[in-house]
């Protein structure tokens, strides 16, 4: 479970990976490092301009310690 100012970030329009970042008090340096890719595709990532292919999203999720189908594809 997690805190409700998690899941009130995500309903209000925060991306899950951006949110879960937050949560877990990591940098997009830290994650991008801990998901073998870079804090610039991070970034992409979490404004929506990018989506993360199936094995970087199963890194991501490791990396934040969640299952993958809670960061989604990123679709919106």
């Known amino acids: 479970t997690f805190p409700d100012a998690v899941v009130r970030a995500i ?13 877990r008090g990591m940098t997009q340096v830290e994650l991008a490092r801990a998901s073998g ?3 610039v595709y991070i970034s992409q990532i979490e404004r929506g301009k990018r989506r993360p292919g199936r094995r970087l999203l199963a890194k991501l999720a490791q990396a934040l310690d969640v299952a ?3 960061l989604g594809r990123e679709d919106d």
């Open 11 to 23: 309903l209000e329009g925060t991306r899950p990976i951006k949110a879960l970042r937050e949560h």
């Open 68 to 70: 993958s189908d809670l």
């Open 37 to 39: 890719t870079s804090s």
